[in-house]
T-cell receptor, first 116, second 116 residues
């Protein structure tokens, strides 16, 4: 299986706790995206990485959310002082990152986060 | 700013009947258009996309969508559905920027249920 993988598949935490969500993109893909999908809604863009750098983090809702991709492959989405409103499915996607036209984004299965 | 409207949140249809899932978008510039599908317990997958050229685009499993610029629509159709088409369908849009990255805006999704 050479698809995008995400761990954990489910995460239950308490309000105020810190969580980390991991994404392993398809090998060779330099572009990586994080989305958040709330119940009954479509995915909402959070952040885009090209290589190691965050090229667009305009979708991060506030400074409690942070993401890193130190070696240009695996990425970690970090949420501090979690709130009940953070409960959602967090999706990761990757694409080649080299094309001149809109590239196909390949999505992982998501991490379902529940904040109690 | 772009936005996507999917008027039908749920569409039940009998097996072998035709189906149309509606999508309308709003944008002040040229756009790329997409349909993604999410099968139960699976990640999002690209179903088809319109970038340029022919306004009618097709998927490998019998779906088609037509870009109508005057009506700002990108409706998805299939002449005869199968049980296996039961899934959540998301329409999405991004502005044309001639780069490999465009922020993709998703609609709220339409749940297609195929009844035996």
């Amino acid at each position: 299986g050479a698809g995008v993988s995400q761990t954990p598949s489910n995460k239950v935490t308490e309000k105020g706790k810190y969580v980390e969500l991991r994404c392993d993109p398809i090998s060779g893909h330099t572009a990586l995206y994080w989305y958040r999908q709330s119940l009954g809604q479509g995915p909402e863009f959070l952040i885009y990485f090209q290589g190691t750098g965050a090229a667009d983090d305009s979708g991060l809702p506030n400074d409690r959310f942070f993401a890193v991709r130190p070696e240009g492959s695996v990425s970690t989405l970090k949420i501090q002082r979690t709130e009940r409103g953070d409960s959602a499915v967090y999706l990761c996607a990757s694409s080649l990152g080299r094309g001149r036209y809109q590239e196909t984004q390949y999505f992982g299965p998501g991490t379902r986060l529940l904040v109690l | 700013a772009q936005s996507v409207t999917q008027l039908d949140s749920q569409v039940p249809v009998f097996e072998e009947a035709p189906v149309e899932l509606r999508c309308n978008y709003s944008s002040s510039v040229s756009v790329y258009l997409f349909w993604y599908v999410q099968y139960p317990n699976q990640g999002l997958q690209l179903l088809l996309k319109y970038l340029s050229g022919s306004t009618l685009v097709e998927s490998i499993n019998g779906f088609e969508a037509e870009f109508n610029k005057s009506q700002t629509s990108f409706h998805l159709r299939k002449p005869s559905v199968h049980i296996s088409d039961t899934a959540e369908y998301f329409c999405a849009v991004s502005e044309t920027m001639k780069t490999s990255y465009d922020k993709v805006i998703f609609g709220p999704g339409t749940s297609l249920s195929v009844i035996p």
